[in-house]
């Protein structure tokens, strides 16, 4: 079975704090690919991140930075400074085993207050 | 370059009746997906069209279904509503079959079903 998950539903912090997203996954194939995305109160996803199975380095990108470790089933996502437009609701998610099939994690919704 | 657009983007119809919503990929896009998003249940798959042929579906019902036109953009349909279809649907376009494919996401139909 595939399957992500978010276990907290709600973050709240205030600017410029540190803040890490928690996500772990289950899946028996070997190859896999593993998402984060952002949906703002637009709706849209907007897409972050992609990290393959077979590479485990982590990812930094301004603030964002991405810890892989398949040890551990993880794929945890870093704010730093966190700001007030990061507030939006954050999924991860895991494609494998099929075309373009994307598994949700329920979501985590930051609040980043000033 | 144009994104994924979706129409329309708000839709109230009646129990019973049946809905049609609409899906335009990014330009030179083949793969379109479609997900159904609500409080209770989170993003889920329901179908993934690559060059006019579905390849993975989801666990809906029967009612939900969809297509592919030469051009790439997609129709999904849902007959004889329930309360419980109302939702956010999403629409996601890229440009391959391949699992580590970035996916475009659109902004979404809200459909509420009264």
């Known amino acids: 079975a595939q399957k992500v998950t978010q276990a907290q539903t709600e973050i709240s912090v205030v600017e410029k704090e540190d803040v890490t997203l928690d996500c772990v996954y289950e899946t028996r194939d070997t190859t896999y690919y593993l998402f984060w995305y952002k949906q703002p109160p637009s709706g849209e996803l907007v897409f972050l991140i992609r990290?393959?199975?077979?590479?485990?380095q982590n990812e930094i990108s301004g603030r964002y930075s991405w810890n892989f470790q398949k040890s551990t089933s993880s794929f945890n996502f870093t704010i730093t400074a966190s700001q007030v437009v990061d507030s939006a609701v954050y999924f991860c998610?895991?494609?494998?085993?099929?075309?373009?099939?994307?598994?949700f994690g329920a979501g985590t919704r930051l609040a980043v207050h000033p | 370059k144009a994104g994924v657009t979706q129409t329309p983007r708000y839709l109230i119809k009646t129990r019973g009746q049946q809905v049609t919503l609409s899906c335009s990929p990014i330009?030179?896009?083949?793969?379109v997906s479609w997900y159904q998003q609500t409080p209770g249940q989170g993003l889920q798959f329901l179908f993934e069209?690559?060059?006019?042929?579905?390849?993975n579906k989801g666990n809906f019902p029967g009612r939900f279904s969809g297509r592919q036109f030469s051009n790439s953009r997609s129709e999904m349909n849902v007959s004889t509503l329930e309360l419980g279809d109302s939702a956010l649907y999403l629409c996601a376009s890229s440009s391959s079959g391949s699992l580590n494919t970035e996916a475009f996401f659109g902004q979404g139909t809200r459909l509420t079903v009264v």
């Open positions: 990290r393959n199975s077979f590479d485990e």
């Open positions: 998610a895991l494609s494998a085993g099929g075309y373009n099939k994307l598994i």
């Open positions: 330009s030179g896009h083949r793969s």
């Open positions: 069209y690559f060059s006019e042929t579905q390849r």
